[in-house]
């Protein structure tokens, strides 16, 4: 029964001797299972001795503990490797005890093998992965905690220490004994938090803004779980915690760039219209009124342009600053677009005060601003639309008000006009005169008529002026008062001037052709924005080069005022056209800005007495004055005066008396068609007595 009992054994029984070898006197059925080796090839050392068989690493360290074990007369459990007989490792449990042999003989010891590997081999891998788990616990870049529901930390990692500024995870455990309270910036997060926790059983992505230690507000993500011990029962949360500062941070600016303009840092449109809605349900509930107005900035383009982008830029901003100064917290300031601002001014109690506020706007923009040694003075167009009368939506405010801001233009700019409702009539009016300047320009319905201008001394026709007109489909001839505003307006101005050039440098040129005639000049008129093109003087020559026109008999005028606009701009371009051969003369002159010192820059060859001052040159003796300083002043220049709007003979006489070059006007001729103007042409050009008709 004992063999069967020993031999059913998984492992070896045995009994050794205590000497170097651990000599083997007995070895039970286990031994070839556990070894590798025959009972016999072990027994007496026949083979190897079981102290070979003790992985080399290992021997020291088991024979120490069995010899304590025997010294003291105890019982010994030791584990070890030994080398198998195909050279494979095995972990082995031994235990054992030390008996006396026979006759008092050397002590021999007695106990049992157990191949281990098996357990050893689960052991290594549960340390292992302890090891790595710890590994990430400590490592990792992510916050990880373990809490209980009472809301203290049972156990955090080094990340969430730093993340909340502890310098160690024991700190952070200690000093933060309430979760709730003393972390999160609004305690109902927490509680949220919670709530999601224990309905859910866990939680993702949960933003919430917590205290660092300093103070300091940071935005975290929080994911967590409910754990559950072996029973079933709640044990306690865990889960990981991010810092997303960053990130947040980031959309928050994406947030407020989307709705605020880069330069000005002023509200966009997006969220004007916002503060617009809001400020209009506010006045329908608790009443006020709201004022929306329209704020453009005159002549900022010349400014823009002249001056350069970055003068433009810190132009804006300033008046950015000076609006917002000017009004309420409660009110907005926005940025429309280009150089127009809009302003909300919300829970005003009347109109009459609503005006105070804006009048007082429009004068703190118009105070000097001086940039770079240079001092500027920009004044603002206002238009105001005023809930709930002028619209009962901020679509309608908007629409309202700048129509408004166009009136105020009108009248001369730097003005504040409330709207009125005739003004959408005048809108429509302009918005349909544009679409028909459109199409007039696509069908060719502008034509070009013509005046001559005389030779005051001998009476010789010596050039004409090119006025434009538009001969609508319905047969109505269109004056240019009506449409030369609109057209500068939309930008349309360029289009047609440039179609009116070329149709008289056609003419004139055919007009060259004639046998036997003398060559004549023709007179263009400009505008600003005409003049402000970048490539002006290049499209001058190429209609030149297209018509074939000498440029000697192309004259271009220009008014005195738009010469002030920016007189550095028109040097270098009239310099150009001079050396074109194209003329230049300043109409309108003496009804501009009083200063001179144009007139010794730019290349002119012609000055234009306005017909304000010859109407009345034989009955007003300050006109008179003013007619004769005028042509002393262009002949002590060298430069030809012509006097616009001669209309009697008395006129014609006294011109003529005090040396006035040219003369044009209704006593020499009206503008007429092309054909007309052909065969006045033909006949004689000497001024009778009652002029040329």
């Not at 079981?50 to 007369?73: K, M, Q």
């Not at 030779?455 to 001969?471: K, Q, V």
Request: proline share 3%; charged share 25%; with cysteine.
């Amino acid at each position: 029964m004992l063999a069967t009992l020993i031999g059913n054994l998984r492992g070896m029984v045995y009994r050794c001797r205590d000497d170097e070898h651990w000599t083997m006197e007995f070895v039970s059925d286990g031994c070839p299972e556990l070894t590798g080796y025959e009972a016999d090839e072990l027994l007496l050392n026949g083979r190897v001795s079981y102290e070979a068989l003790t992985f080399d690493a290992d021997r020291s360290r088991v024979r120490e503990r069995i010899r304590n074990a025997l010294r003291a007369g105890r019982r010994f459990s030791v584990e070890y490797r030994i080398v198998c007989r195909d050279g494979t490792l095995k972990w082995v449990w031994e235990t054992g005890i030390g008996v006396e042999g026979e006759g008092g003989a050397r002590g021999r010891i007695e106990g049992f093998i157990q191949d281990i590997s098996e357990r050893k081999q689960a052991e290594e891998s549960l340390q292992e992965a302890e090891r790595r788990y710890r590994s990430i616990f400590e490592n990792a870049t992510e916050g990880i905690f373990q809490t209980s529901a009472e809301g203290r930390y049972l156990a955090v990692n080094p990340a969430l220490a730093r993340i909340y500024g502890y310098e160690a995870p024991e700190q952070l455990i200690t000093s933060l004994s309430n979760i709730g309270a003393q972390l999160y910036v609004q305690p109902a997060r927490r509680e949220e938090f919670m709530r999601l926790a224990r309905e859910r059983g866990a939680v993702q992505g949960f933003i919430s803004q917590v205290y660092r230690r300093n103070g300091d507000v940071i935005w975290i993500a929080e994911n967590a779980r409910a754990a559950f011990d072996a029973d079933g029962a709640f044990s306690h949360f865990e889960g990981t915690v991010i810092d997303v500062s960053e990130s947040r941070n980031y959309e928050e600016q994406l947030r407020y760039q989307a709705s605020h303009d880069a330069l000005t840092l002023l509200p966009n449109r997006a969220l004007l219209h916002d503060r617009l809605t809001q400020a209009i349900a506010h006045a329908r509930r608790y009443g006020g009124v709201v004022g929306v107005a329209f704020v453009d900035l005159d002549n900022f383009k010349m400014v823009n342009d002249t001056l350069g982008h970055d003068t433009g830029d810190a132009l804006l901003k300033t008046m950015a600053e000076r609006m917002s100064s000017c009004l309420r917290q409660s009110d907005t300031v926005a940025r429309q677009g280009g150089d127009e601002f809009v302003l909300v001014l919300a829970g005003e109690p009347d109109v009459e005060t609503l005006t105070a506020t804006l009048e007082r706007t429009r004068v703190c923009v118009a105070a000097p601003w001086s940039r770079q040694g240079r001092e500027l003075h920009v004044t603002c167009s206002v238009g105001a639309a005023v809930f709930p009368r002028d619209g009962t939506d901020a679509v309608t405010l908007l629409k309202n008000a700048d129509i408004a801001m166009y009136r105020a233009k009108n009248a001369g700019r730097n003005a504040l006009r409330f709207f009125q409702w005739e003004m959408v009539r005048a809108a429509v009016h302009r918005l349909d005169t544009e679409q028909s300047l459109r199409r007039a320009l696509k069908r060719g319905e502008f034509e070009v008529h013509y005046q001559p201008r005389l030779d005051l001394a001998t009476g010789a026709l010596i050039g004409m002026e090119a006025l434009l007109r538009w001969r609508r489909r319905d047969g109505e001839l269109v004056l240019p008062e009506r449409l030369i505003p609109v057209a500068e307006e939309t930008g349309l101005i360029v289009p047609i001037g440039e179609a009116v050039m070329r149709a008289a440098c056609l003419f004139n040129r055919e007009l060259a052709r004639r046998e036997g005639r003398p060559r004549l000049t023709v007179a263009v008129n400009l505008s600003l924005r005409q003049l402000h093109h970048p490539d002006f003087a290049g499209s001058v020559s190429r209609i030149l080069e297209e018509t074939g026109l000498e440029a000697g008999q192309l004259e271009l005028e220009i008014t005195e005022s738009l010469v002030m606009h920016d007189v550095e701009h028109f040097v270098s371009m009239f310099e150009a056209l001079a050396t074109l051969g194209v003329h230049l003369s300043v109409d309108d002159f003496g009804t501009g800005y009083s200063s001179l010192s144009y007139l010794k820059r730019l290349p002119v060859d012609r000055l234009k007495i306005d017909r304000s001052f010859v109407r009345d040159i034989t009955t007003d003796s300050n006109d008179a004055a003013i007619v004769r300083a005028v042509i002393s002043l262009g002949h002590n220049l060298g430069i030809r005066v012509v006097a616009e709007g001669v209309e009697n003979d008395e006129q014609l006489q006294f011109l003529r008396a005090n040396h006035c070059d040219e003369g044009q006007g209704y006593h020499f001729g009206r503008p007429v068609p092309a054909d007309r103007f052909v065969a006045e042409y033909e006949q004689p050009t000497a001024v009778a007595a009652d002029g040329i008709r």
